[in-house]
């Protein structure tokens, strides 16, 4: 068990992925929302940083004893996608109509929608190219 504030889990997480989405306010909305456990010492918000990744992965269908995930918005994964695999062929409009029927899981925060890149990866990659009738 590992606790952090906010701003101490989002130093971690940028460690490990510095092109990551998470942000203070992103964590914060998770709280809010009742996603992600909290509790107060004194008067700071702390987590437990060791259940963000079982946290981030439930939240974005993944295999809850996975990795952190590589969160992103849709538009840097495109720019991401883009870059390290220019013959994939993924454009903005089919993630964020894979998004808006849920071939690819997300987090919303506000109007934004966070995607993590192992959906891009097999075998979660698979979905994406589902149609749906």
Same mark, same amino acid.
């Given at each position: #068990?590992?606790? %952090?504030?906010?701003?101490?889990?989002? %130093?971690?997480?940028? %460690?490990?992925?510095?092109?990551? !989405?998470?942000?203070?306010?992103?964590?914060?909305?998770?709280?809010?929302?009742?996603?992600?456990?909290?509790?107060?010492?004194?008067?700071?918000?702390?987590?437990?940083?060791?259940?963000?990744?079982?946290?981030? *992965?439930?939240?974005?269908?993944?295999? +809850? *004893?996975?990795?952190?995930?590589?969160?992103?918005?849709?538009?840097? !994964?495109?720019?991401?996608? %883009?870059?390290? *695999?220019?013959?994939?062929?993924?454009? +903005?409009?089919? @993630?964020?109509? !894979?998004?808006?029927?849920?071939?690819?899981?997300? @987090?919303? @925060?506000?109007?934004?929608? $966070?995607? !993590? #890149?192992?959906?891009?990866?097999?075998? $979660?990659?698979?979905?994406?190219?589902?149609?749906?009738?």
């Amino acid at each position: #068990m590992r606790i %952090k504030t906010l701003c101490g889990t989002v %130093k971690e997480i940028c %460690k490990l992925d510095p092109e990551s !989405a998470v942000g203070e306010s992103f964590l914060m909305s998770l709280v809010q929302s009742g996603e992600l456990p909290h509790t107060y010492h004194g008067n700071r918000l702390v987590v437990d940083y060791d259940i963000i990744s079982s946290t981030f *992965n439930r939240l974005l269908g993944f295999d +809850e *004893n996975g990795a952190l995930p590589q969160i992103r918005t849709i538009r840097r !994964a495109v720019e991401e996608l %883009k870059q390290n *695999n220019p013959d994939m062929g993924i454009g +903005e409009k089919l @993630i964020r109509g !894979a998004v808006k029927d849920g071939r690819i899981s997300s @987090i919303k @925060i506000g109007n934004r929608e $966070y995607i !993590a #890149m192992q959906s891009f990866t097999e075998p $979660y990659c698979q979905r994406i190219f589902e149609y749906t009738c």
